[in-house]
């Protein structure tokens, strides 16, 4: 079964910047596209950024372009979103997810962690 754990979330400032981190456990991370996701309180859950198996091929969200960088390590299971320039509006639960193709759809699923932007 796979497993999916983020960490580094937490509460930062306008125009700081966040690391978030996922590790992915029970299957091959490699055979896997991988993707960020965020959902605000109430609101509807929203794409971020995803990354192809090898790591060579991205796609962003572009309310995230040029702020947000998506990357892999396929030899430590994890997927890591860097985060600069951070909004209020970036605030939400980010969830990891796995899955078959870059503009595909995703299934399986981390439980999230929460990013906080004080104004």
């Known amino acids: 079964q796979v497993q999916l754990v983020e960490s580094g979330g937490g509460l930062v400032q306008t125009g700081g910047s966040l690391s978030l981190s996922c590790a992915l456990s029970?299957?091959?991370?490699?055979?896997?596209?991988m993707a960020w996701f965020r959902q605000a309180p109430g609101k509807e859950r929203e794409f971020v950024a995803a990354?192809?198996?090898?790591?060579?091929?991205?796609r962003y969200a572009d309310s995230v372009k040029g702020r947000f960088t998506i990357s892999r390590d396929n030899a430590k299971n994890t997927v890591v979103l860097q985060m600069i320039s951070l909004k209020p509006e970036d605030t939400a639960v980010y969830s990891c997810a796995a899955g078959g193709a870059l503009w595909g759809s995703f299934f399986y699923w981390g439980q999230g962690t929460q990013v906080t932007v004080s104004s």
């Open positions: 990354i192809s198996r090898s790591g060579t091929n991205t």
């Open positions: 029970g299957r091959t991370f490699s055979t896997y596209v």
